[in-house]
């Protein structure tokens, strides 16, 4: 009988062999710290022997397990965020909860953490651009949650004060024309004044909104409602039966708005 070469199916099982093993190794490691001191077992000499041996063989097995653990506790930090989400969603699809990019009365409501500062929402700003292009069922509620600062919070009241002023989405995509790069461009007013003057918006206005009750109402009840879910970064998605953590490439964040 002829030996098949090294690297063939022969091999093929010897990884998933080790990567159980440590799998066990974990496992065993967990029970025996739950486990009160009076009652926890010996090692097996034996089998960490054979562990070692079998990682020091195969190292790239740690590595597997490592990122298949981090995986699921990615898994599971997102489920427990949607879970967050859950009773808190007929709020956030509520008309009038923030400002909209796409048809307002589409019938997939999605909502959009964002950063005027985030360099990876200036990014999924043109897919989502395309998206809501492509389909007019889709309205993309968009809710501010500050990363970045002070500066950060002044190009979000401006933002809200131009949807008073029903010049939201062209203040919306001129801003991130101008920003997003960690505030690599300064909001000063004079900056600000020029995408007044650019969307047709009224800039003393937009100025005195930023601290009025309105501005304020949509900004404190936005960040109540990332509070409670847990939002720590930006962009961050809510659909109707899911959430996005972040940004993707335009066909899958399409998918993901149903």
């Keep these: 009988m002829s030996t098949p070469p090294i690297g063939g199916h022969a091999n093929k099982g010897v990884p998933i062999l080790i990567k159980n093993l440590v799998l066990a190794a974990v496992a065993a490691a967990s029970a025996l710290v739950a486990m009160p001191a009076s009652a926890q077992q010996a090692e097996d000499p034996a089998f960490t022997a054979k ?52 048809n307002p009365n589409g019938t997939v409501p999605v909502v959009e953490f ?3 500062a985030c360099p990876i929402c200036k990014t999924a700003h043109n897919a989502i651009d395309n998206i809501v292009k492509k389909r007019p069922e889709v309205r993309v509620i968009i809710a501010m949650r500050l990363i970045f600062g002070a500066e950060s919070e002044k190009l979000a009241r401006f933002a809200l004060a131009s949807d008073l002023q029903g010049k939201f989405p062209a203040t919306h995509h001129a801003l991130y024309e101008a920003f997003g790069n960690h505030h690599e461009t300064k909001p000063t007013d004079e900056a600000l004044k020029a995408i007044a003057a650019k969307v047709g918006l009224n800039y003393d206005q937009a100025v005195k909104d930023m601290r009025g009750p309105k501005v304020n109402a949509t900004f404190e009840n936005q ?14 998605f809510i659909t109707r039966d899911a959430v996005y953590p972040g940004a993707a490439p335009e066909e899958i964040m399409s998918q993901a708005f149903r």
């Design 114 to 116: 964002i950063d005027y």
């Design 51 to 102: 562990l070692r041996a079998s990682l020091t063989a195969h190292p790239e097995i740690i590595q597997e397990v490592m990122q298949a653990a981090q995986a699921k506790q990615q898994a599971d930090q997102t489920t427990a965020l949607n879970e967050k989400a859950g009773p808190l969603r007929s709020q956030m699809f509520a008309k009038g909860w923030g400002p909209v990019i796409g």
């Design 223 to 236: 960040t109540k409602v990332a509070n409670e879910i847990g939002v720590s970064g930006t962009p961050f």
